[in-house]
């Protein structure tokens, strides 16, 4: 009987062991999955990047959709559209940014759509 | 007390015995070589039958549907960076099941389906400028066409026109901006197929034509405009390459075909050996199976990404290393 006991120790300790390994092999979980944006400043104007915690997601140098490199003219005009960049990626929609999206923010571009 | 005790030792082998298996199952599966890395950061911009090319370290693409609406948005991934950034929208129509290639620098896309039609018009970008110019148009409307960039030219040909699947091909010359048909393809008709490019020659296949999988291969010799029948796709009993709505890349010399469609979405990876006309099987796409996806490679390093699985349009991107070892945590 001792040793049957002795045999359930054994069992119990290996689950434990098991149960403790498949916790510990866990992938790590980031905890800052939060999107937000930096302005990247381009001398003769400016752009914006869109973070995902510590990770660059989206580069914007140029305004979204438009042809040529239109930078934006304004630091305010290049947060509030990464504003709504973030927005939409907070929504689980598409980041992208159509001339209607450009044109109700009122940026200024220099060529018309 | 024997019998109870030989139950126990039975009890101990088995959960040893399981948890063997599970801890070995992430990289022992199977013999097939190639890993795939999630990159996916790009939530939302879920879209299939894209189109687009890689120049330099970036892959551009753009165009397709997302399920409801035809997209005329076109976006670049910097392979060094790992991000995206959203480039001048497609001046055309907004479409899917267009052609992307390169020729020398420059980006081309056109043909297509907007829901309607099929297309013609053709535009080639500048990615120094960030500009799209309209080019010549195809002279027949397609979708679900191949095309391709060699020897300073761009190619398209097979694809869907609306009633007939075709076979035809056309060579557009960028220095006088001019389609003209090329002839001697002697595949058959057949829409959806793919292409990946070796050593500056071409290889075609899969595809589909009135419910039929294509089985032949072929290669395309730009310099002397060319086709070559190769070994068929189901020359050896293993093989299951056939299929369409295919990606086709290249990386280190060999050519690839993966996901695509076979009766439903599928997520395996054929590797082809140019030097010995074989194909060998690899790890299956590690994401959802999909079909109408699209890849971005630099020779060097590949991407497969974007498409959809049934109604799901997707938005991942992941690497494919063809030659490491499959590891299910990265």
Same mark, same amino acid.
């Given at each position: 009987m001792i040793s049957t006991a002795k045999y359930w120790v054994v069992i119990v300790l290996f689950l434990a062991l098991g149960f403790g390994y498949s916790i510990y092999n866990q992938p790590l979980t980031n905890n800052d999955h939060t999107f937000h944006s930096q302005i990247v400043d381009l001398n003769d104007g400016y752009g914006y990047q869109i973070m995902k915690g510590e990770k660059i997601v989206i580069l914007q140098k140029?305004? *979204?959709?438009?042809?040529?490199?239109q930078k934006f003219v304004t630091k305010k005009e290049a947060l509030k559209t990464a504003g709504l960049v973030i927005s939409k990626l907070e929504d689980g929609k598409s980041p992208v940014l159509l001339p209607s999206d450009l044109a109700e923010l009122n940026i200024s571009t220099a060529v018309s759509h | 007390m024997n019998k109870r005790k030989s139950y126990v030792y039975k009890i101990t082998g088995m959960a040893l015995m399981a948890m063997v298996i599970t801890s070995c199952s992430s990289d022992d599966d199977d013999d097939d070589l190639g890993n795939w890395v999630d990159k996916s950061?790009? +939530?939302?911009s879920a879209r299939s039958s894209v189109s687009g090319f890689t120049i330099d370290n970036v892959g551009y693409m753009g165009v397709g549907y997302d399920g409801d609406d035809y997209l005329a948005s076109f976006w670049a991934y910097?392979?060094? !960076? +790992?991000y995206w950034s959203q480039k001048a929208?497609? *001046? !055309?129509?907004a479409r899917n099941a267009a052609v992307g290639f390169e020729v020398d620098g420059t980006g081309y896309i056109g043909s297509g389906y907007d829901g309607v039609d099929e297309l013609t018009d053709f535009y080639s970008y500048n990615t120094a400028t960030n500009t799209w110019t309209e080019i010549a148009s195809l002279p027949t409307a397609r979708r679900s066409a191949v095309g391709f960039g060699a020897n300073g030219f761009g190619f398209v040909g097979t694809g869907y026109d609306g009633e007939n699947d075709r076979k035809d091909f056309w060579k557009y010359n960028p220095a006088n901006d001019t389609w003209v048909e090329l002839v001697g393809f002697g595949g058959n008709k057949r829409r959806s197929a793919t292409t990946f490019t070796i050593d500056g020659l071409v290889y075609l296949g899969t595809g589909v034509s009135n419910g039929v999988y294509l089985d032949d291969f072929w290669v395309f010799d730009p310099t002397t405009e060319s086709w070559t029948k190769k070994l068929d796709?189901?020359?050896?009993?293993?093989?299951?390459v056939e299929r369409s709505n295919a990606v086709g890349f290249t990386v280190n010399g060999y050519g690839y075909i993966a996901c695509g469609e076979l009766g439903g979405a599928t997520n395996t990876v054929w590797e082809y050996d140019p030097s010995s006309d074989e194909w060998d099987q690899k790890t299956s796409f590690e994401g959802a199976t999909r079909q109408d996806a699209i890849a971005f490679s630099n020779g060097s390093r590949v991407f497969i990404g974007m498409g959809r699985t049934g109604t799901l349009y997707l938005d991942d991107l992941d690497e494919f290393f063809p030659l490491d070892e499959y590891e299910e945590e990265d």
């Open positions: 140029f305004i *979204p959709g438009f042809p040529g490199k | 950061v790009f +939530d939302g910097d392979i060094e !960076g +790992d929208d497609f *001046p !055309g129509v796709l189901d020359e050896e009993d293993e093989y299951a």
